[in-house]
């Protein structure tokens, strides 16, 4: 690519601070950009990169780095940090000016990085984020005294708030680093970095603490009611419950919630499959269309609802505040299986997908723990799950109450603890295996309440929808144009009795799989659709219902794979089919990114053969115990 | 005839989609740098190589994960200590 023209035009503006201070939406303010936000930390793994034009025309490559207490890195995202700051990055240029965004309710935290990384010798300036809030509750300092004792401009930054950067960017306008002379100089590779000695660190400290001095910094009392809710929501029984009872509710929600839009969807794709039935003459193109892509991608795009209202309450209690304070409950638990405080925030990203989950484990500094929380991380219920569960649930969980609960709801829930327990179940063995494993407290910074950010909502939601989209239209529109072409050809023998699909390839691969599975309950249709699953775990609902919509003659099949299932599949193998979505690995992104972040293939080959092993063995036992049980 | 061509066009697209988003990253970006090269300036390099390398270009967080558009992650390699 072209990086030296866009160098050569742009001037690199680094975004360093600690952790939780807003870098990540400054970015996004700054460049339009919609990367993920969190009112927690950690969320920043690698650096991101966005543009943007100032009002002199001149314009602006903003790189967003992972917070960092100092530049000598104790994880390999604080690295990151630390090798793009000194140039030290190959294919990476130095950025020309480092805006060191420093949380105005925490000040004494940043002041040490702010010294720590003047000595960069680069153009610094110094954004005050979140001064609004810090203004509301009381914080006070001298902000012309601070830029004197800095030597670097200080301005007040507003990150979600519109028009909040535009004192950022003005200093950066006028800036003097912005002549081309300074600012190449300043990008050149610092050679002569070193760590700070003990010695330099201690006096950094009190530095920083005659600074905070000097300026008059006032930190207000914590208001009482924050402290009241953290007194409840963090208690060790009552907070344990609450956190139990919010997932609860969360679940509830999800089928109550998406019921009539999820009418409203599958009433539009019969619609479409009705016209085009009516429109097209009999042939291959209407087979095509009718059988193969709005069978199986309507068969999806269904469960968007539940998706959205599911990332709706995520991104809420995220924004709140309340997260690192479940991080908090969580811990002693962790812990005692083994499993760094740390590995909460990865864990949890996993419920989104397993993706960035195990990206984020980068925030751990200790390999073993790190390591143990990647093998287990695809246990976390992720949200291409959802779509395989609520197929299922729907068609054999009766809808009727269970006292004050909603019995497709419990199950849900239920579902989404297994793989908790599993996950910690995992990490245990792990632990054991591993004599001399010691435990690493958590330390976790934890900030203020607020009310969730509605335009963080709004771009949550958004990118959650954009991405389930994305992948109905490529790879899930793509698998079904595939399956269905596996499922029409060869075409049956003069004389065939039985349904088309039974002759046609994908008939053949399923009744070779069937000798695999059949002893955990799992009939041919079911053995084709874990093919194309592998890719990702909701194309096999897609496959069912393009397999079902093939199987037979009636039109309406196309459209209605939750009741055709319901009469076709025993209620055992419906929930040794769970069982086994509990455990399968069935993802090849994932292992990808294991491959790439634990640099081998023993990891992940380890970790897709201890899944697979369990998804069999617990399917097997569900299927046999709820045969027992007459759910034959 | 023009409905098995329509479909028969449709599933080679598939594939071709299919074999691509499977690909692993690394091999995706050399790919299309490699490819890059040897087109000479015009509009084949211009309007469908560099696009489609712009989304392969290392991307983090969640732009990393499978779901996303750029699918594509390649670690920048770390620097010799001097």
New interface residues.
């Given amino acids: 690519m072209d990086a030296s023209v866009i160098a050569a035009k742009d001037l690199r503006v680094a975004l360093v601070g600690l952790p939780n201070c807003g870098k990540t939406a400054l970015f996004n303010r700054l460049t339009g950009s919609r990367q993920k936000v969190a009112n927690y930390p950690g969320v920043t793994v690698e650096r991101k990169e966005g543009h943007f034009v100032g009002p002199s025309r001149r314009r602006y490559l903003v790189l967003d780095l992972p917070g960092t207490y100092s530049l000598s890195p104790t994880t390999l995202d604080e690295a990151i940090t630390r090798d793009v700051a000194l140039g030290r990055l190959a294919g990476e240029q130095r950025p020309e000016v480092v805006v060191l965004v420093a949380d105005a309710t925490h000040l004494a935290l940043s002041l040490r990085l702010v010294l720590e990384v003047k000595r960069l010798g680069l153009p610094l300036v110094v954004a005050l984020n979140m001064s609004d809030l810090a203004r509301r509750r009381g914080y006070a300092l001298d902000r012309e005294r601070l830029s004197r004792e800095l030597g670097a401009p200080v301005v007040e930054t507003v990150a979600v708030a519109a028009g909040g950067a535009d004192e950022l960017v003005r200093e950066l306008e006028r800036s003097g680093a912005l002549a081309p002379a300074v600012a190449s100089a300043a990008a050149a590779p610092a050679a002569d970095w070193r760590d700070p000695t003990p010695e330099e660190v201690r006096a950094s400290h009190v530095e920083a603490a005659r600074i905070l001095k000097a300026i008059g910094y006032r930190v207000p009392l914590r208001s009482r009611a924050a402290v009241q809710f953290d007194q409840v929501l963090m208690h060790p029984v009552g907070g344990m419950l609450i956190l139990a009872a919010l997932l609860f509710f969360v679940f509830q929600a999800v089928f109550a919630w998406a019921e009539a839009p999820m009418e409203w969807i599958d009433a539009g794709v019969a619609s479409l499959a009705n016209a085009l039935n009516a429109a097209l003459p009999e042939g291959v193109l209407k087979s095509l269309l009718v059988d193969g892509i709005v069978a199986g991608v309507g068969s999806v795009l269904v469960f968007l609802p539940q998706i959205i209202i599911l990332f709706f309450f995520i991104l809420a209690l995220e924004d709140s505040g309340y997260l690192p304070r479940a991080a908090y409950l969580l811990d002693r638990v962790m812990g005692s299986v083994g499993l760094s405080g740390r590995a909460f925030i990865p864990l949890l990203s996993s419920f989104a997908c397993a993706i960035p989950g195990i990206m984020a484990t980068r925030t751990i500094p200790n390999v073993r723990d790190r390591i143990a929380t990647i093998m287990i991380a695809p246990l976390m219920t992720c949200s291409a799950r959802l779509p395989v569960y609520a197929l299922l649930i729907a068609a054999f969980i009766p809808d009727r109450a269970v006292g004050w609960m909603n019995l497709q709801g419990l199950v849900m829930f239920a579902l989404y603890f297994a793989g908790i327990v599993s996950a910690l179940a995992v990490a245990w063995v792990m632990k054991w295996r591993s004599k001399g494993a010691r435990y690493h407290p958590l330390m976790l910074e934890l900030p203020d309440y607020q009310w969730p950010n509605l335009r963080n909502l709004a771009f949550g939601l958004w990118e959650r929808v954009q991405i389930f989209m994305v992948r109905v239209g490529g790879i899930i529109l793509a698998m079904m144009v595939l399956l269905w072409f596996l499922s029409s050809y060869p075409a049956p023998p003069p004389g065939a009795t039985g349904a088309p699909i039974e002759y046609s390839f994908a008939g053949m691969l399923g009744r070779a799989l069937q000798v695999v599975f059949a002893p955990i309950g799992f009939n041919w249709q079911i053995s084709i659709a874990l093919v194309p699953g592998l890719a990702a775990r909701e194309v096999a609902v897609g496959a069912l219902g393009t397999v079902y919509a093939m199987s037979g003659n009636d039109p309406d099949l196309a459209t209605t794979l939750t009741p055709v299932i319901a009469q076709g599949w025993p209620l055992a193998t419906a929930l040794a089919l769970l069982a086994w979505y509990v455990f399968a690995p069935q993802c090849l992104s994932t292992l990808a990114v294991v491959k790439r972040e634990t640099g081998g293939w023993r990891h992940p080959l380890i970790m897709a053969g201890y899944l697979f092993g369990l998804a069999y063995l617990a399917a097997f036992v569900t299927y046999r115990v709820a045969l027992a049980f007459g759910g034959g | 005839m023009l ?2 061509l ?2 028969a066009l ?2 080679a ?3 071709l ?2 074999a691509w ?2 690909t ?2 690394r091999a995706r970006f050399t790919a299309l740098s490699r490819l890059e090269a040897a087109l000479g300036p015009g509009p084949l390099r211009e309007r469908l190589v ?1 696009p489609l ?2 989304r392969a ?1 290392p ?11 750029a ?1 594509a ?1 390649v ?5 010799r ?2």
């Avoid at chain 2, 991307?59 to 558009?69: I, L, R, T, V, Y």
């Avoid at chain 2, 670690?75 to 620097?79: E, M, N, T």
Wanted: hydrophobic letters at 45%; proline letters at 13%; a positive charge.
């Fill in positions: 409905q098995q329509v479909a449709a599933v697209a598939a594939a989609y299919t988003a499977l692993p990253a560099r390398l712009k270009l991307a983090g967080g969640c732009a990393s994960c499978g779901s996303a558009p699918a992650h670690p920048p390699r770390r620097a200590e001097p």
